[in-house]
T-cell receptor, first 112, second 115 residues
Framework: QKEVEQNSGPLSVPEGAIASLNCTYS??????FFWYRQYSGKSPELIMS????GDKEDGRFTAQLNKASQYVSLLIRDSQPSDSATYLC????????????FGTGTRLTVIP | GAVVSQHPSWVICKSGTSVKIECRSL??????MFWYRQFPKQSLMLMAT?????????EQGVEKDKFLINHASLTLSTLTVTSAHPEDSSFYIC???????????FGAGSRLTVL
Protein backbone atom coordinates (compact mmCIF):
# COMPACT_ATOMS: atom_id res chain seq x y z
CA GLN A 1 0.00 0.00 0.00
CA LYS A 2 1.35 3.38 -0.98
CA GLU A 3 1.95 5.92 1.74
CA VAL A 4 0.12 8.68 -0.08
CA GLU A 5 -2.37 8.16 -2.87
CA GLN A 6 -3.80 10.61 -5.36
CA ASN A 7 -5.88 10.32 -8.48
CA SER A 8 -3.37 10.96 -11.27
CA GLY A 9 -5.99 12.64 -13.42
CA PRO A 10 -5.87 14.46 -15.70
CA LEU A 11 -8.48 16.71 -14.19
CA SER A 12 -9.88 19.35 -16.51
CA VAL A 13 -12.02 22.26 -15.35
CA PRO A 14 -13.19 25.39 -17.17
CA GLU A 15 -11.76 28.75 -16.20
CA GLY A 16 -13.58 30.19 -13.21
CA ALA A 17 -14.75 26.82 -11.89
CA ILE A 18 -13.75 25.08 -8.68
CA ALA A 19 -11.07 22.41 -8.94
CA SER A 20 -11.14 19.70 -6.28
CA LEU A 21 -8.06 17.60 -5.62
CA ASN A 22 -8.07 14.65 -3.24
CA CYS A 23 -5.47 12.67 -1.34
CA THR A 24 -5.50 9.78 1.11
CA TYR A 25 -2.69 8.58 3.32
CA SER A 26 -2.00 5.31 5.06
CA UNK A 27 -0.19 6.27 8.27
CA UNK A 28 -2.76 7.24 10.87
CA UNK A 29 0.01 8.83 12.94
CA UNK A 30 0.79 11.42 10.27
CA UNK A 31 1.05 14.91 11.66
CA UNK A 32 1.53 17.41 8.86
CA PHE A 33 0.09 17.70 5.40
CA PHE A 34 1.12 19.79 2.44
CA TRP A 35 0.02 20.62 -1.05
CA TYR A 36 2.72 21.47 -3.58
CA ARG A 37 2.30 22.70 -7.13
CA GLN A 38 4.76 21.52 -9.76
CA TYR A 39 4.97 22.97 -13.22
CA SER A 40 6.46 20.77 -15.91
CA GLY A 41 10.23 20.59 -15.61
CA LYS A 42 10.28 22.59 -12.38
CA SER A 43 10.63 21.69 -8.73
CA PRO A 44 7.63 21.73 -6.38
CA GLU A 45 6.51 24.93 -4.71
CA LEU A 46 4.44 25.00 -1.53
CA ILE A 47 0.79 26.00 -1.87
CA MET A 48 -0.71 25.12 1.49
CA SER A 49 0.09 23.37 4.73
CA UNK A 50 -2.47 22.01 7.17
CA UNK A 51 -2.03 20.35 10.54
CA UNK A 52 -5.47 20.28 12.20
CA UNK A 53 -8.80 18.82 11.20
CA GLY A 54 -11.04 21.17 9.30
CA ASP A 55 -10.57 23.79 6.64
CA LYS A 56 -7.77 26.24 6.05
CA GLU A 57 -8.21 29.01 3.53
CA ASP A 58 -5.56 31.08 1.77
CA GLY A 59 -6.82 33.25 -1.06
CA ARG A 60 -8.38 31.05 -3.72
CA PHE A 61 -7.07 27.89 -2.07
CA THR A 62 -8.73 25.88 0.68
CA ALA A 63 -7.17 22.81 2.23
CA GLN A 64 -9.37 20.36 4.08
CA LEU A 65 -8.13 17.70 6.49
CA ASN A 66 -10.02 14.78 8.00
CA LYS A 67 -7.66 12.69 10.10
CA ALA A 68 -10.33 10.14 11.00
CA SER A 69 -10.82 9.37 7.33
CA GLN A 70 -7.12 9.89 6.55
CA TYR A 71 -8.10 12.28 3.83
CA VAL A 72 -6.84 15.67 2.74
CA SER A 73 -8.11 17.77 -0.13
CA LEU A 74 -7.36 21.02 -1.93
CA LEU A 75 -10.01 23.25 -3.46
CA ILE A 76 -9.06 25.90 -5.97
CA ARG A 77 -11.76 28.51 -6.50
CA ASP A 78 -12.04 30.67 -9.61
CA SER A 79 -9.54 28.44 -11.40
CA GLN A 80 -7.20 30.19 -13.80
CA PRO A 81 -5.23 28.80 -16.74
CA SER A 82 -2.07 29.59 -14.74
CA ASP A 83 -3.23 27.03 -12.17
CA SER A 84 -2.65 24.29 -14.75
CA ALA A 85 0.05 22.13 -13.18
CA THR A 86 0.57 18.92 -11.27
CA TYR A 87 -0.50 19.11 -7.64
CA LEU A 88 1.39 16.95 -5.20
CA CYS A 89 0.04 15.91 -1.83
CA UNK A 90 2.77 15.39 0.76
CA UNK A 91 2.65 13.96 4.26
CA UNK A 92 5.09 14.09 7.12
CA UNK A 93 4.71 10.77 8.85
CA UNK A 94 5.72 11.49 12.39
CA UNK A 95 6.82 14.19 14.74
CA UNK A 96 10.54 14.83 14.54
CA UNK A 97 10.93 13.55 11.02
CA UNK A 98 11.42 16.23 8.44
CA UNK A 99 11.20 14.27 5.22
CA UNK A 100 7.99 14.11 3.25
CA UNK A 101 6.20 11.30 1.45
CA PHE A 102 4.66 12.41 -1.81
CA GLY A 103 1.70 11.20 -3.78
CA THR A 104 2.07 10.71 -7.51
CA GLY A 105 0.33 14.00 -8.16
CA THR A 106 -2.82 15.06 -9.97
CA ARG A 107 -2.43 16.86 -13.26
CA LEU A 108 -4.85 19.79 -13.48
CA THR A 109 -5.73 21.57 -16.70
CA VAL A 110 -7.79 24.76 -16.56
CA ILE A 111 -9.44 25.37 -19.90
CA PRO A 112 -9.76 29.05 -20.92
CA GLY B 1 12.13 33.33 3.09
CA ALA B 2 14.36 30.28 2.97
CA VAL B 3 16.12 29.81 -0.35
CA VAL B 4 17.75 26.63 -1.58
CA SER B 5 20.05 26.84 -4.56
CA GLN B 6 20.85 23.80 -6.67
CA HIS B 7 23.50 23.49 -9.36
CA PRO B 8 23.74 22.53 -12.14
CA SER B 9 20.17 22.82 -13.38
CA TRP B 10 20.88 20.33 -16.11
CA VAL B 11 23.74 18.09 -17.09
CA ILE B 12 24.43 15.64 -19.86
CA CYS B 13 27.16 13.07 -19.39
CA LYS B 14 28.48 9.91 -20.94
CA SER B 15 27.77 6.52 -19.44
CA GLY B 16 30.39 5.55 -16.89
CA THR B 17 31.28 9.06 -15.80
CA SER B 18 30.47 10.70 -12.47
CA VAL B 19 28.36 13.77 -11.92
CA LYS B 20 28.24 16.03 -8.87
CA ILE B 21 25.17 18.07 -7.92
CA GLU B 22 25.39 20.81 -5.31
CA CYS B 23 22.67 21.98 -2.97
CA ARG B 24 23.12 25.15 -0.93
CA SER B 25 20.97 26.84 1.66
CA LEU B 26 21.52 30.51 0.88
CA UNK B 27 20.11 32.36 3.87
CA UNK B 28 19.90 29.75 6.58
CA UNK B 29 21.82 26.86 8.02
CA UNK B 30 20.57 23.38 7.32
CA UNK B 31 21.78 20.52 9.47
CA UNK B 32 19.65 18.20 7.38
CA MET B 33 18.99 18.20 3.66
CA PHE B 34 17.00 15.71 1.63
CA TRP B 35 17.68 14.36 -1.84
CA TYR B 36 14.74 13.31 -3.98
CA ARG B 37 14.57 11.76 -7.43
CA GLN B 38 11.70 12.07 -9.85
CA PHE B 39 11.31 10.00 -13.00
CA PRO B 40 8.96 11.26 -15.76
CA LYS B 41 5.30 11.21 -14.78
CA GLN B 42 6.17 9.82 -11.36
CA SER B 43 6.24 11.30 -7.91
CA LEU B 44 9.21 12.47 -5.89
CA MET B 45 10.96 9.61 -4.15
CA LEU B 46 13.21 10.26 -1.20
CA MET B 47 16.68 8.90 -1.89
CA ALA B 48 18.57 9.90 1.22
CA THR B 49 18.77 12.24 4.15
CA UNK B 50 21.99 14.23 4.30
CA UNK B 51 23.25 15.05 7.78
CA UNK B 52 25.90 17.69 8.39
CA UNK B 53 29.06 16.18 9.78
CA UNK B 54 27.88 12.58 9.64
CA UNK B 55 26.94 9.86 7.20
CA UNK B 56 23.86 10.16 5.09
CA UNK B 57 20.87 7.92 5.69
CA UNK B 58 19.77 6.12 2.54
CA GLU B 59 16.30 4.85 1.75
CA GLN B 60 15.78 1.21 0.99
CA GLY B 61 16.88 0.30 -2.50
CA VAL B 62 19.20 3.29 -2.96
CA GLU B 63 22.84 2.28 -3.41
CA LYS B 64 25.00 4.35 -1.10
CA ASP B 65 28.14 3.54 -3.06
CA LYS B 66 26.57 4.80 -6.26
CA PHE B 67 24.97 7.94 -4.87
CA LEU B 68 27.61 9.55 -2.70
CA ILE B 69 26.39 12.28 -0.39
CA ASN B 70 28.63 14.73 1.40
CA HIS B 71 27.33 17.34 3.81
CA ALA B 72 30.51 19.02 4.94
CA SER B 73 29.05 22.33 6.05
CA LEU B 74 25.79 23.71 7.35
CA THR B 75 24.97 25.25 3.98
CA LEU B 76 26.17 22.71 1.43
CA SER B 77 25.30 19.15 0.55
CA THR B 78 26.51 17.39 -2.58
CA LEU B 79 25.21 14.35 -4.40
CA THR B 80 27.63 12.52 -6.68
CA VAL B 81 26.23 9.98 -9.10
CA THR B 82 29.13 7.63 -9.70
CA SER B 83 29.55 5.57 -12.87
CA ALA B 84 26.31 6.95 -14.21
CA HIS B 85 24.20 4.86 -16.56
CA PRO B 86 21.21 5.79 -18.73
CA GLU B 87 18.81 4.44 -16.11
CA ASP B 88 20.14 7.09 -13.71
CA SER B 89 18.72 9.78 -15.98
CA SER B 90 16.23 11.61 -13.83
CA PHE B 91 15.30 14.87 -12.13
CA TYR B 92 17.20 15.19 -8.86
CA ILE B 93 15.84 17.66 -6.31
CA CYS B 94 17.27 18.66 -2.97
CA UNK B 95 15.38 20.24 -0.11
CA UNK B 96 16.01 21.67 3.31
CA UNK B 97 14.19 23.42 6.09
CA UNK B 98 15.05 26.05 8.61
CA UNK B 99 15.64 24.48 12.01
CA UNK B 100 12.33 24.14 13.82
CA UNK B 101 10.29 25.02 10.75
CA UNK B 102 7.71 22.60 9.50
CA UNK B 103 8.05 23.39 5.81
CA UNK B 104 10.53 22.04 3.29
CA UNK B 105 11.98 24.35 0.67
CA PHE B 106 13.08 22.78 -2.58
CA GLY B 107 15.92 23.59 -4.88
CA ALA B 108 15.17 24.15 -8.54
CA GLY B 109 16.25 20.62 -9.40
CA SER B 110 18.93 19.13 -11.60
CA ARG B 111 18.00 17.22 -14.71
CA LEU B 112 20.55 14.52 -15.44
CA THR B 113 20.72 12.84 -18.83
CA VAL B 114 23.16 9.98 -19.22
CA LEU B 115 23.96 9.05 -22.79
Amino acid sequence: QKEVEQNSGPLSVPEGAIASLNCTYSDRGSQSFFWYRQYSGKSPELIMSIYSNGDKEDGRFTAQLNKASQYVSLLIRDSQPSDSATYLCAVRAKTGANNLFFGTGTRLTVIP
Amino acid sequence: GAVVSQHPSWVICKSGTSVKIECRSLDFQATTMFWYRQFPKQSLMLMATSNEGSKATYEQGVEKDKFLINHASLTLSTLTVTSAHPEDSSFYICSASVSGANVLTFGAGSRLTVL
